[in-house]
């Protein structure tokens, strides 16, 4: 009888002449794979499956199995906005869902995320939903175009640690970033743009760029791309090729 042992060494050696390479064990024996993704590896879940918003668009809410990531928690068809009026995003906390329904007007949407209820309006610079209410931020003007005769608001929450980045992309509208924690670096064929904790970001629409998560904490931040309803809301790109001014 072969000892395993012996077994292993003979099996090593099988593997060896015929060109097959595996990992060893601590025992010094061949190992299969174990199917598992790399633990270094940034870009992927546990699933090993590409995080969302890195090499791949951002997701459904409905599909969230790990905090980080990019997930569109709401999208609402707006329809035809005034030119005329300066607009921007307003972003409130209310303490119930029932709280927000009561205050929501047509431009307006209620979302889910991090541990709090939220109120996103499209509105003028000035507004307010009423008193009682934690006013968040108020970001724009909102750089419109007069050609879309309908909008559509989608808004994203996205968990990055530092390190992760988006593919490079473009939106079919302005889009407009509320930084909740973290850093983050924005690179266009216009030059970077960095924020921070706080800070609210705007850029014009059909502009190429590449998001990076930056600084030494988790990023987290909401995004809306007010986009034409008759286009997708992110669409790749592939000619321009940015210049890593982030780093």
């Known amino acids: 009888m072969v000892s395993a042992r012996r077994y292993g060494v003979l099996a090593l050696f099988v593997l060896v002449c015929f060109g097959v ?4 064990g601590s025992s010094g024996v061949a190992q299969q794979p174990s199917g598992r993704p790399q633990a270094d590896d940034p870009t ?16 459904p809410i409905a599909e969230k199995r790990q905090e980080l990531g990019c ?15 300066p607009l921007a995003w307003q972003l409130d906390v209310f303490p119930s869902r029932a709280a927000a329904e009561a205050a929501k007007g047509q431009l307006a949407t209620i979302a889910e995320a ?6 996103f309006t499209i509105a003028p610079p000035d507004w307010r939903p009423g008193a009682g209410v934690e006013h968040v931020a108020t970001v724009g003007p909102l750089p419109l175009s007069s050609a879309p005769a309908e909008y ?4 994203v929450a996205t968990t990055f640690r530092p390190g992760l980045s988006s593919f490079v992309h473009s939106h ?29 970001v705007v850029v014009r629409g059909n502009l190429p760029m590449i998001v990076h ?3 030494t904490e988790i990023r987290r931040n909401f995004a809306l791309v007010l986009h034409d309803a008759t ?8 000619n321009w090729t940015p210049k890593g001014l982030c780093k």
């Open 21 to 24: 390479t595996l990992p060893l």
């Open 44 to 59: 992927t879940n546990s699933e090993g499956k590409p995080l969302p918003g890195t090499s791949i668009p951002c997701a």
């Open 71 to 85: 997930y569109v928690i709401a999208q609402q068809r707006l329809g035809a906005l005034p030119q005329e009026t």
């Open 114 to 119: 991090f541990d709090r209820i939220w109120l």
């Open 152 to 155: 559509t608001a989608m808004y």
């Open 172 to 200: 079919p509208g302005p889009e407009a970033w509320f930084i909740l924690s973290g850093e983050q670096c924005l690179e266009t064929p216009d030059g970077a743009l960095p924020g921070r904790a706080g800070d609210r």
């Open 213 to 215: 998560a930056t600084g």
């Open 231 to 238: 286009k997708p809301a992110t669409a790749q790109v592939d």
